[in-house]
């Protein structure tokens, strides 16, 4: 069973760059989808205001990963 454990956790920590680069493109499309829905939904915003939203969104994902991936 030991072994077993092992083999998974060393599987893991081989493809854990592909799972975060694969969750960072995700998000990424999420969130131009998003973007894209509240551009055409609203006629006219600022785009200070979605820069502003990106830059909070980006503080608030990498503050969570940092308290979480440095326990």
């Known amino acids: 069973m030991e072994v077993m454990i092992r083999k998974v956790e060393v599987g893991f920590q081989m493809s854990k760059p ?3 680069l694969s969750l960072n493109k995700l998000s990424l499309s999420i ?10 939904s609203s006629g006219g915003t600022n785009s ?7 830059h909070l969104i980006a503080i608030v994902v990498l503050s969570l990963l940092a308290v979480f991936l440095e326990k």
């Open 18 to 20: 592909y799972l975060f």
């Open 31 to 40: 969130f131009l989808v998003l973007l894209e829905f509240v551009v055409s």
């Open 48 to 54: 200070v205001v979605f820069v502003v939203y990106e």
